[in-house]
């Protein structure tokens, strides 16, 4: 069984520049996850989805923070303007309805210069 | 509100020898507990989890954590490092609030000296 793949794994920008991140879950999985993990720390999450649908976007900066999953599948999370507290490790994960246990990507680690 | 404790940022064991690493939990209700592990450049991967069926949980590699709800802790234990443990491990909440969200601890690295 594939995992949940994200993709860029590296991407350096300059700040106020935009940024989107990709992530496409185990197949058949209906939660989505995006966590950002700054480092040091654990990770906090920024938004969750049920099929296309928000479930939990509390902690998302909205300002400049995005993100849609509109087929139910994959997902792509987008900040614009960025800045330089953004540099972390955006992290996906997918989890099957019910149930706990979520399944990670590999991270996008972005750096924000 | 839920929130975990890691006692230890980092913890340096020897090769062979017993492995701890600490955590609290804060939960108003009885929680659904995990351990995730991070190794470098990759994805947290699940260890264990306790959902209140039996206290002491197996996990991979080893891995096992005591549930212990008179001291509001989830110890994480091996009773020998190898070096491929080498890792950070967080330890975790389910909110309850929210079904299915995590809360992560800190996390603490675990080194492995030869």
């Known amino acids: 069984e594939a995992g949940v793949a994200q993709s860029p794994r590296y991407k350096i920008i300059e700040k106020r520049q935009s940024v989107a991140f990709w992530c496409n879950p185990i197949?058949?999985?209906?939660?989505l996850y995006w966590y950002q993990q700054i480092l040091g720390q654990g990770p906090k999450l920024l938004i969750q989805?049920?099929?296309?649908?928000?479930?939990?976007d509390s902690q998302l900066p909205k300002d400049r923070f995005s993100a849609e999953r509109l087929k139910g599948v994959d997902s792509t999370l987008k900040i614009q303007p960025a800045k330089l507290e953004d540099s972390a490790v955006y992290l996906c994960?997918?989890?099957?309805?019910?149930?706990?246990?979520?399944?990670f990507g590999p991270g996008t680690r972005l750096l924000v210069l | 509100a839920q929130s975990v404790t890691q006692l230890d940022s980092h913890v340096s064991v020897s090769e062979g020898t017993p492995v701890l690493l600490r955590c609290n939990y804060s939960?108003?209700?009885?929680?659904?507990l995990f351990w995730y592990v991070q190794h470098p450049n990759k994805g947290l991967q699940l260890l264990l989890k306790?959902?209140?069926?039996?206290?002491l949980v197996k996990g991979i590699n080893g891995f096992e954590a005591e549930f212990k709800k008179s001291e509001t802790s989830f110890h994480l234990t091996k009773p020998s490092a190898h070096m491929s443990d080498a890792a950070e491990y967080f330890c975790?909440?389910?909110?309850?609030?929210?079904?299915?969200?995590?809360?992560f601890g800190k996390g603490t690295k675990l080194s492995v000296k030869p």
């Open positions: 975790v909440v389910s909110d309850d609030r929210s079904q299915g969200n995590l809360i």
């Open positions: 306790y959902t209140s069926a039996a206290t």
């Open positions: 197949s058949g999985h209906a939660t």
């Open positions: 989805f049920q099929n296309n649908g928000v479930v939990d």
């Open positions: 939960s108003s209700y009885s929680p659904s």
């Open positions: 994960a997918s989890s099957p309805t019910g149930q706990e246990t979520q399944y």
